[in-house]
């Protein structure tokens, strides 16, 4: 049976949880201090210490160093309020996650069915890093360049947390693949993961599908609808684009992470939100918040540990690893296994990918098709110009100084539409964003009043050509 630890000098309040924690199957101890609580460790080592912050004889984080050190107790940190400093000072000292008096039964409870021994996680660590050595892959992420290291080495310092996670990076970079990783190495992956694109859901429609509805609480709701928080209860909700969710639904959840509640559209009644959220956007944020598409004080919630994940160009020693591994799942999906020659893999090292891994990927599935035998040479990629020169017909585009980067982005956007005849996939994959982005982008621009036309001449745009 396992064992805990309740440390409070709230006697009335320890009790209280101790009655709680025992009714979840574990045998319980109490301490109202440091020294009490070191001499109940001697006595009995616990599986997990729910520890106050504010002690008699200290602070309660003192003991995360004793505890961490024969690496068996899980450490749940007891706050009178939620703050990302709490969140950030949690993660440093390697606490598995906080409550917040009063206690929740239903939140203690979501934190107790997860808790896991930290040798458990090292184990589990331990096991993806010795893979990614082997087979060259962490987790759902491919790549053992030095920048995809350094994002390896984040998922694993902030997976064994509840601290919510901003990862940013261009489209098709794996940001999802991210945000899937930190799931799966953390205590909430036995439940959901769920992802929604904020930037593909009607904003008519984003809040009841993120918060859920009521029967008649609108035109259409002929029944009652469960929306995304409610479905991830006890996992992981991935938030993608979002710069792209209407404002006045960034309050609303500004008000989840800040409370841990929400409510249906159409509901007096607060639901509890036990979820970990993991952000995303390939726009640098603090230019969203400049441009008014992100509210700070979310991006302040959110931004809590930050992750960055490198465009392929950066980290083109894993193009060769990456583009095999996609043949051989086309392969086996096939039945036919295929190989590329070294000419094929010397260019694809040699393109940019402005479309990064997602160009990638379609890349090798065209070539595995194209190819007439099991081997792919270099004239079964599509043909492209060299990505150090301008395209044959590129335009010049004149910008003023002092443009803003949003209106900047706008003229460059409409200018390569045009050059690849209003082509949007092409367009899509010689900026480097999803088709998806680029369609939100339009949408946008076909309701934003344009600052003033440019006349062209003075910065050069620079095509790729077709290469996806």
Same mark, same amino acid.
């Given at each position: 049976?396992?064992?805990?630890?309740?440390?409070?000098?709230?006697?009335?309040?320890?009790?209280?949880?101790?009655?709680?924690?025992?009714?979840?199957?574990? %045998?319980?101890?109490?301490?109202?201090?440091?020294?009490?609580?070191?001499?109940?460790?001697?006595?009995?080592?616990?599986?997990?210490?729910?520890?106050?912050?504010?002690?008699?004889?200290?602070?309660?984080?003192?003991?995360?160093?004793?505890?961490?050190?024969?690496?068996?107790?899980?450490?749940?940190?007891?706050?009178?309020?939620?703050?990302?400093?709490?969140?950030?000072?949690?993660?440093?000292?390697?606490?598995?996650?906080?409550?917040?008096?009063?206690?929740?039964?239903?939140?203690?409870?979501?934190?107790?069915?997860?808790?896991?021994?930290?040798?458990?996680?090292?184990?589990?660590?331990? /096991?993806? *890093?010795?893979?990614?050595?082997?087979?060259?892959? $962490?987790?759902?992420?491919?790549?053992?360049?030095?920048?995809?290291?350094?994002?390896?080495?984040?998922?694993?310092?902030?997976?064994?947390?509840?601290?919510?996670? $901003?990862?940013?990076?261009?489209?098709?970079?794996?940001?999802?693949?991210?945000?899937?990783?930190?799931?799966?190495?953390?205590?909430?992956?036995?439940?959901?993961?769920?992802?929604?694109?904020?930037?593909?859901?009607?904003?008519?429609?984003? #809040?009841?599908?993120?918060?859920?509805?009521?029967?008649?609480?609108?035109?259409?709701?002929?029944?009652?609808?469960?929306?995304? $928080?409610?479905?991830? !209860?006890?996992? %992981?909700? $991935?938030?993608?684009?979002?710069? #792209?969710?209407? +404002?006045? *639904?960034?309050?609303?959840?500004?008000?989840?992470?800040?409370?841990?509640?929400?409510?249906?559209?159409?509901?007096?009644?607060?639901?509890?939100?036990?979820?970990?959220?993991?952000?995303?956007? !390939?726009?640098?944020?603090?230019?969203?918040?400049?441009?008014?598409? +992100?509210?700070?004080?979310?991006?302040?919630?959110?931004?809590?540990? &930050?992750?960055?994940?490198?465009?392929?160009?950066?980290?083109?020693?894993?193009?060769?690893?990456?583009?095999?591994?996609?043949?051989?799942?086309?392969?086996?999906?096939?039945?036919?296994?295929?190989?590329?020659?070294?000419?094929?893999?010397?260019?694809?090292?040699?393109?940019?990918?402005?479309?990064?891994?997602?160009?990638?990927?379609?890349?090798?599935?065209?070539?595995?098709?194209?190819?007439?035998?099991? %081997?792919?040479?270099?004239?079964?990629?599509?043909?492209?110009?060299? &990505?150090?020169?301008?395209?044959?017909?590129?335009?010049?585009?004149?910008? #003023?100084?002092?443009?803003?980067?949003?209106?900047?982005?706008?003229?460059?956007?409409?200018?390569?539409?045009?050059?690849?005849?209003?082509?949007?996939?092409?367009?899509?994959?010689?900026? /480097?964003?999803?088709?998806? %982005?680029?369609?939100?982008?339009?949408?946008?621009?076909?309701?934003?009043?344009?600052?003033?036309?440019?006349?062209?001449?003075?910065?050069?745009?620079?095509?790729?050509?077709?290469?996806?």
């Amino acid at each position: 049976m396992p064992h805990a630890l309740v440390v409070d000098d709230d006697d009335d309040s320890a009790e209280m949880m101790a009655a709680l924690i025992a009714a979840e199957g574990f %045998t319980v101890a109490t301490a109202n201090s440091l020294q009490a609580a070191r001499r109940r460790m001697s006595l009995q080592a616990p599986d997990v210490v729910l520890l106050d912050l504010m002690l008699p004889d200290g602070n309660g984080l003192g003991l995360v160093d004793q505890l961490k050190a024969h690496g068996r107790s899980e450490v749940v940190l007891i706050t009178g309020h939620a703050s990302v400093e709490t969140s950030v000072q949690a993660l440093r000292l390697g606490a598995a996650d906080y409550l917040t008096k009063p206690l929740n039964i239903k939140q203690l409870r979501g934190v107790l069915s997860r808790l896991r021994r930290p040798s458990t996680l090292h184990t589990d660590a331990a /096991g993806m *890093l010795e893979t990614l050595e082997k087979a060259g892959h $962490f987790g759902l992420l491919w790549g053992r360049s030095a920048p995809m290291r350094k994002v390896h080495e984040q998922i694993l310092r902030v997976s064994g947390t509840a601290i919510t996670v $901003f990862v940013t990076g261009e489209s098709g970079t794996g940001k999802e693949l991210v945000a899937r990783t930190v799931h799966d190495l953390s205590r909430r992956r036995a439940k959901p993961f769920l992802a929604v694109n904020c930037g593909a859901i009607s904003p008519h429609l984003i #809040e009841s599908e993120i918060f859920g509805h009521e029967k008649g609480s609108f035109t259409g709701a002929e029944r009652q609808h469960q929306g995304f $928080f409610e479905r991830a !209860n006890g996992g %992981t909700l $991935f938030l993608d684009e979002i710069t #792209e969710m209407p +404002l006045d *639904l960034q309050v609303k959840l500004l008000r989840v992470l800040e409370t841990g509640t929400f409510m249906r559209v159409g509901s007096m009644q607060s639901q509890e939100a036990d979820v970990r959220i993991v952000a995303a956007s !390939n726009r640098d944020p603090t230019q969203a918040v400049a441009n008014g598409r +992100l509210r700070e004080d979310l991006l302040y919630r959110l931004n809590v540990f &930050p992750i960055h994940v490198p465009p392929l160009r950066d980290r083109g020693e894993d193009i060769g690893l990456i583009a095999e591994h996609f043949l051989d799942e086309i392969g086996r999906r096939e039945g036919q296994a295929k190989r590329f020659a070294p000419d094929a893999l010397a260019r694809l090292r040699s393109y940019r990918w402005p479309g990064n891994v997602r160009e990638l990927r379609n890349i090798v599935q065209r070539a595995y098709v194209m190819a007439p035998e099991t %081997t792919i040479h270099d004239e079964c990629l599509p043909s492209r110009e060299t &990505p150090s020169a301008p395209a044959v017909g590129a335009s010049l585009l004149q910008i #003023e100084i002092g443009t803003s980067l949003a209106e900047i982005e706008r003229v460059v956007m409409m200018a390569t539409l045009e050059h690849y005849g209003r082509h949007k996939e092409r367009t899509a994959a010689a900026l /480097g964003v999803s088709l998806k %982005t680029l369609y939100n982008r339009l949408k946008e621009y076909s309701t934003v009043p344009v600052q003033g036309e440019r006349d062209n001449g003075g910065v050069t745009h620079s095509g790729y050509g077709e290469l996806g």
